[in-house]
């Protein structure tokens, strides 16, 4: 059975929790859309230096687990596990925005960019106001996978002591030896914020589809 009197009880450690989970998915959505951003465009860049710097990014970090990422902020930059935390969650999920965005620019007809460069855009101009916005509207299922992921994934916060769901789970958990129910309890809290996250996805997918 549930014990809601955990939850009434130890409502103040739950929310704190909640709130600090949020707050870091937040700032690492945003952190990981604009570093992936700039990876993805470093991937098709007419130069090879930077070619070869956002594949070695990509498949470096794609391939190395989340967890070390957040040590190495933790443990080998002395940050605060939330700081620490949030970083791992920017650095690794940008690497997985970068690909969905490169995806997304391939699939503009070369021509665009062609004419762009002929009437007199630089190549970032090119990027900025031609096909990248383009490509956003392409990519948003992808992108929105991601970001229910990295809301998942910030449960990694908790590995080191990053006052996210997961710590304050644990610390009640310690303190009252009961682990069904608080456990119970941070699911739905995380459901809280995927639920949401999922019928947005949705609605832009629809959206999308409707504009073709």
């Known amino acids: 059975m549930i014990n809601i009197e955990i939850l009434v009880n130890y409502w103040d450690m739950f929310f704190e929790g909640f709130r600090n989970t949020l707050v870091a998915s937040m700032i690492a959505l945003v952190g990981s859309f604009v570093l992936g951003t700039i990876i993805a465009v470093f991937r098709i860049?007419?130069?090879?230096?930077?070619?070869?710097?956002?594949?070695?990014?990509?498949?470096?970090?794609?391939n190395i687990p989340l967890l070390l990422i957040v040590f190495l902020f933790y443990l080998g930059f002395q940050l605060g596990g939330?700081?620490?935390g949030t970083l791992g969650l920017i650095v690794y999920t940008a690497a997985f925005i970068a690909?969905?965005?490169?995806?997304?620019?391939?699939s503009i007809p070369k021509g665009?960019?062609?004419?762009?460069?002929?009437?007199?855009?630089?190549?970032?101009?090119?990027?900025?106001?031609?096909i990248l916005p383009q490509a956003f509207k392409i990519v948003i299922p992808p992108?929105?996978?991601?970001?229910i992921n990295l809301v998942k994934n910030s449960s990694i916060l908790g590995v080191v002591a990053g006052l996210d769901l997961m710590y304050y789970a644990d610390l009640v958990s310690s303190q009252t030896y009961v682990v069904f129910s608080v456990y119970i309890f941070v699911a739905l809290f995380y459901l809280v914020i995927t639920i949401p996250l999922s019928f947005i996805v949705e609605y832009l997918e629809r959206r999308l589809s409707a504009s073709h």
């Open 45 to 62: 860049a007419p130069i090879r230096p930077l070619n070869w710097l956002g594949t070695a990014y990509v498949e470096f970090i794609r």
């Open 82 to 84: 939330f700081t620490a």
């Open 99 to 106: 690909e969905s965005i490169r995806a997304g620019i391939l």
């Open 112 to 130: 665009q960019t062609e004419a762009a460069r002929s009437s007199g855009l630089t190549y970032i101009q090119t990027m900025r106001y031609i």
């Open 143 to 147: 992108l929105g996978n991601q970001s």
